[in-house]
C-alpha cells in the first residue's frame, strides 16, 4: 500500500473527505518524522515503535565494483512491531 492508497483507505473507512484523509495523513507522519530528527522516540501502543539509531562507521563492499569502500556513520530508522499488531499478522 503506498501514501495515496492509505490516504482513500483513511477517507472510506473514517467517512472523511480525501482532502481531510490528506491532510491527515500528512500530519501524523510530519509529526513522526519531525520527533524522530529530534531524537524522541514515538511509540504506537499495539501497533510499535519507531527509534533512532546511530550506526557506526564500517567497512563495506561496492555493489559495482566489489571494492572495500568505507560507510561513514549515521543515524538509520527502526521500526518494532508491537505485540497487538505481531498477534494479527499471525492469526488463521
Do not use: W, Y
Not at 473514517?14 to 500528512?26: D, H, I, L, P, R
Amino acid at each position: 500500500m503506498n501514501k495515496d492508497q492509505l490516504i482513500e483507505e483513511v477517507a472510506k473507512s473514517g467517512g472523511f473527505s480525501k482532502k481531510n484523509a490528506e491532510k491527515a495523513v500528512t500530519h501524523v507522519l510530519d509529526s513522526i518524522f519531525e520527533a524522530l530528527k529530534q531524537g524522541k522516540e514515538v511509540q504506537l501502543v499495539g501497533f510499535g515503535r519507531f527509534d533512532v539509531r546511530n550506526r557506526e562507521a564500517r567497512m563495506g563492499k561496492s555493489r559495482k565494483t566489489g571494492e572495500e569502500v568505507q560507510l561513514p556513520a549515521g543515524k538509520v530508522p527502526i521500526f518494532t512491531a508491537g505485540i497487538t499488531l505481531k498477534k494479527a499478522l499471525n492469526q488463521a
